[in-house]
């Protein structure tokens, strides 16, 4: 048997780590493409605003614990119940813009993620900021590799999260209408469901999740909105894997970009140039989304 080195021993260190890193990021990109297909489905309109949506929440959570002193899960769920305020607001307007161009509603939301953007500058000082984590900055080694609790909370959140909304969807009477609403919004309509009702109140959900990602990224890294809108063209491109219809399929295509990100920026980043890194991952994407347009082609329109 052929005697373990210590660069062997680094090696699989490296890959562990770039794993963790890469499933912690995956579930926050599957968490955007969930309530991207959530809004989607409701309203056949790419919600493009939940970038600017995942900024001001996190800008909203960075404020009251930073600036106010609020506790980190008061703080939490400031910046998700904002989330969900504008993602409601956005929804109303949706259903105002109802009778327009679905590409010109999916360019009002993108619109929306610009000006919300511009707030969060004038909001958070020049500098960079890192918003505290929800999890406390601690952590554990494991297998030569240290797991922060900021990685582990923010996993088992995502998935708690992804799993609840499932549930709600399959076992409550508001599931049970939104499905409905899904399958045939002019049959639903028909027997008395409130279409407008759920539409806000979908997006609203779809809103707190764009908050809460935001949130959980912006803590790992920075507050910048830069970063936070590629969060969100990550969670469309897992969104878009799953043809925006299925909630499974697009949480599973967000883990698996955040994966491929994560191993192939770990294991590469170091002998690539700056910015090639994540090459790789969005070629990953790019390939992707373009089979997903191909056998879809209500989608061809989002490979641009």
Same mark, same amino acid.
């Given at each position: 048997?052929?005697?373990?080195?210590?660069?062997?021993?680094?090696?699989?260190?490296?890959?562990i780590?770039?794993?963790? =890193?890469?499933?912690?990021? %995956?579930?926050?990109?599957?968490?955007?493409?969930?309530?991207?297909?959530?809004?989607?489905?409701?309203?056949?309109?790419?919600?493009?605003?939940?970038?600017?949506i995942? !900024?001001?929440?996190?800008?909203?959570?960075?404020? /009251?614990?930073?600036?106010w *002193?609020?506790p980190?899960?008061?703080?939490?769920?400031?910046g998700?119940?904002?989330?969900?305020?504008?993602? &409601? =607001?956005?929804?109303?307007?949706?259903?105002?813009?109802?009778?327009?161009?679905k590409?010109?509603? /999916?360019i009002?939301?993108?619109?929306?993620?610009?000006l919300?953007?511009?707030?969060?500058?004038?909001?958070?000082?020049?500098?960079? =900021?890192?918003?505290?984590?929800?999890?406390?900055?601690?952590?554990?080694?494991?297998?030569?590799?240290?797991?922060?609790y900021?990685? =582990?909370?923010?996993?088992?959140?995502?998935?708690?999260?992804?799993?609840v909304?499932?549930?709600?969807?399959?076992m409550?009477?508001?599931? /049970?209408?939104?499905?409905?609403?899904?399958?045939?919004?002019?049959? &639903?309509?028909?027997?008395?469901?409130?279409?407008?009702?759920?539409?806000?109140?979908?997006?609203?959900?779809? %809103?707190?999740?764009? *908050? #809460?990602? %935001?949130? #959980?990224?912006?803590?790992?890294?920075?507050?910048?909105?830069?970063?936070?809108?590629f969060?969100?063209?990550?969670?469309?491109? %897992?969104?878009?894997?799953g043809?925006?219809?299925?909630? !499974?399929?697009?949480?599973?295509?967000?883990v698996?970009?955040?994966?491929?990100?994560?191993?192939?920026?770990? /294991?590469?980043?170091?002998?690539?140039?700056?910015?090639?890194?994540? #090459?790789?991952?969005?070629?990953?994407m790019?390939?992707?989304?373009?089979?997903?347009?191909?056998?879809?082609?209500?989608? &061809?329109? #989002?490979?641009?």
């Amino acid at each position: 048997m052929a005697e373990v080195t210590e660069r062997d021993l680094k090696s699989v260190a490296l890959f562990i780590s770039a794993l963790i =890193i890469g499933v912690s990021l %995956g579930t926050i990109y599957g968490l955007m493409a969930f309530g991207m297909v959530a809004s989607y489905r409701i309203s056949k309109v790419v919600n493009l605003g939940q970038a600017g949506i995942a !900024a001001f929440g996190a800008s909203v959570y960075w404020w /009251m614990s930073s600036q106010w *002193g609020a506790p980190l899960v008061v703080s939490l769920v400031g910046g998700v119940l904002i989330g969900g305020v504008l993602g &409601a =607001i956005l929804g109303y307007a949706n259903l105002r813009l109802a009778n327009r161009a679905k590409g010109l509603v /999916m360019i009002f939301t993108l619109t929306v993620t610009l000006l919300l953007f511009a707030w969060v500058d004038l909001i958070i000082p020049s500098y960079n =900021i890192s918003p505290p984590s929800p999890f406390g900055q601690g952590g554990f080694n494991f297998q030569l590799t240290f797991i922060t609790y900021s990685q =582990i909370g923010t996993f088992a959140t995502c998935i708690a999260v992804v799993l609840v909304t499932t549930w709600v969807m399959r076992m409550t009477r508001f599931g /049970m209408f939104v499905r409905a609403i899904y399958d045939d919004p002019d049959g &639903a309509s028909t027997v008395g469901i409130p279409l407008g009702v759920y539409v806000v109140g979908v997006w609203a959900v779809a %809103g707190g999740m764009a *908050g #809460l990602a %935001g949130i #959980l990224a912006s803590s790992r890294v920075q507050l910048d909105s830069v970063l936070l809108l590629f969060v969100m063209v990550w969670g469309l491109a %897992g969104a878009v894997l799953g043809g925006l219809e299925s909630f !499974a399929l697009a949480f599973a295509g967000g883990v698996t970009l955040g994966v491929a990100e994560g191993l192939l920026g770990g /294991m590469l980043g170091g002998s690539l140039g700056p910015g090639l890194e994540n #090459l790789s991952a969005i070629l990953i994407m790019a390939v992707g989304v373009l089979y997903a347009g191909t056998k879809r082609r209500h989608l &061809a329109h #989002l490979q641009t």
